[in-house]
């Protein structure tokens, strides 16, 4: 889902102004050089200060360097190949997880430990989950006029309306099959889900699993409410944007992140996690460097080597993880925060790495892959639902052969992942795709192809 887009040339361009004072200096050929038509801007909700209407009287091809244009500015197919990598890598490491649950002081040995070691650091696809969030969510921001659609009542409804249909579809789904499918405890990581009581159900629905009945129901839902509270910090972010500067803007956000980090550390707060703000910061100044125009902000982006950035903290993080040893063992939380800081880093400059439209460019290419790019989609439904999944695979498809080790893993990734991805494939046509902010284009404009929209967060 990262092609070429098809641009309809026109002989004539009608410039139709909607604020007052934006149009002074502008050209028909400077918006077109946006990439960004009325029909991809109403799809990404990012309507911009002026339009250019394209007059259509025969269908054409855009010349190579208008559709190099529109790849660099449509839907960032890469943004979703990467939530499509962490989604994986966060469903591998909870059926390693299965076979050797830390809960249950189980852990691979020889060469079981030697192929399968790496499944055990899982935690760290939710830092780029953060950063991505965070880079998605300020694209319109960056591309636009520098403010949030609707303010900050209309960017919480739609991220209401995005985040909690499929939450809650899950909770429901969850439920379900704890009823009905695995609902007793087995001796694997599933059995921290369970039992359900009413009161972690109320937590849960009230976006507090984190900090109160952490683990029950589904054991991935406790990083749904720490991104739930980031949300509402994101308008003020963006007046800060606006009245500080980015630059100024993201080094606070993080000191005070940081800060917060450090105190609630020992306390009932832990697990709120405030350094994941500090991750979101990240990833909207990634946007910053990627797309801005500012001089500055370009200069960034042109001159500094940010696929050997992304590289460097990502051998960064893996000789901290050797040298440290299994992540289950970091007695002192400054390491994951250290840890997690460096999973930032390496998505934040992977993601201004591959925003580079021009020349030739391996990572974007890798990254917008048709296939990661489908999973991407639906990348936030399969994160929903595949715990409860991995557990039906292993105890009713894998376990019962009587394998064990790398055997029985590799037997439930051959049953559980087909499973896995169509089940949540077709939560996220039923649970997803209907609330997602998608807004159907003028029939004037409706030029693009149905599925180049802007990569959603």
């Not at 641009?7 to 960004?36: F, H, K, N, Q, Y």
Request: with cysteine.
């Amino acid at each position: 889902m990262n092609p070429a887009r098809a641009v309809m040339c026109a002989p004539r361009l009608e410039i139709v102004t909607t604020r007052s004072g934006r149009m002074a200096g502008v050209s028909a050929v400077a918006e077109r050089s946006d990439g960004l038509d009325r029909a991809e801007r109403e799809v990404r909700g990012d309507v911009p200060a002026f339009v250019v209407m394209p007059r259509v009287r025969a269908r054409a091809r855009a010349p190579v360097a208008a559709r190099g244009q529109a790849q660099g500015h449509g839907h960032l197919g890469y943004v979703d190949g990467l939530r499509a990598l962490a989604a994986l890598f966060v469903v591998l490491h909870h059926a390693w997880l299965q076979i050797w649950p830390v809960d249950y002081a189980r852990s691979p040995t020889g060469m079981d430990a030697l192929l399968t070691g790496w499944m055990a650091y899982g935690h760290f696809a939710v830092s780029v989950f953060i950063v991505v969030s965070g880079f998605s969510l300020a694209l319109p921001i960056v591309r636009g006029d520098g403010s949030l659609r609707g303010g900050a009542r209309g960017f919480l409804w739609r991220r209401a309306k995005r985040i909690l249909p499929p939450y809650y579809g899950a909770i429901a789904f969850s439920l379900l099959l704890i009823a009905t499918l695995v609902g007793r405890k087995t001796g694997t990581h599933w059995d921290m889900s369970i039992p359900v009581t009413w009161h972690t159900l109320e937590m849960h629905l009230l976006m507090l699993q984190d900090l109160f009945g952490q683990g029950k129901i589904n054991h991935v839902f406790w990083s749904i409410a720490i991104e739930w509270r980031i949300y509402f910090l994101f308008p003020l972010m963006v007046l800060l944007w606006r009245r500080v500067g980015t630059g100024l803007t993201t080094l606070g956000v993080m000191a005070a992140a940081y800060i917060a980090q450090y105190r609630v550390s020992g306390t009932w707060l832990a697990p709120a996690t405030p350094d994941y703000v500090a991750l979101f910061a990240l990833g909207a100044v990634a946007a910053t460097i990627a797309f801005s125009r500012e001089p500055r902000w370009r200069l960034a982006r042109e001159a500094l080597p940010w696929t050997a950035a992304a590289l460097g903290f990502a051998a960064l993080l893996v000789a901290l993880c050797w040298r440290w040893g299994s992540i289950f063992g970091w007695g002192d939380p400054s390491m994951l925060v250290i840890a997690d800081t460096l999973a930032g880093l390496m998505a934040a400059a992977a993601l201004v790495a591959a925003s580079r439209a021009e020349g030739r460019n391996p990572l974007r290419a890798a990254l917008g892959w048709g296939p990661l790019v489908s999973v991407g989609v639906f990348s936030y439904s399969l994160y929903l639902v595949h715990a409860p999944l991995l557990q039906v695979a292993w105890q009713y498809l894998a376990h019962p052969l009587g394998f064990s080790g790398l055997a029985e893993l590799g037997l439930l990734l051959l049953t559980g992942l087909p499973l896995i991805l169509g089940v949540a494939y077709l939560f996220h046509r039923v649970c997803e795709r209907p609330f997602m902010n998608t807004r159907r284009a003028p029939a004037a404009s409706r030029q693009v192809k149905p599925e180049m929209r802007a990569a959603s967060a």
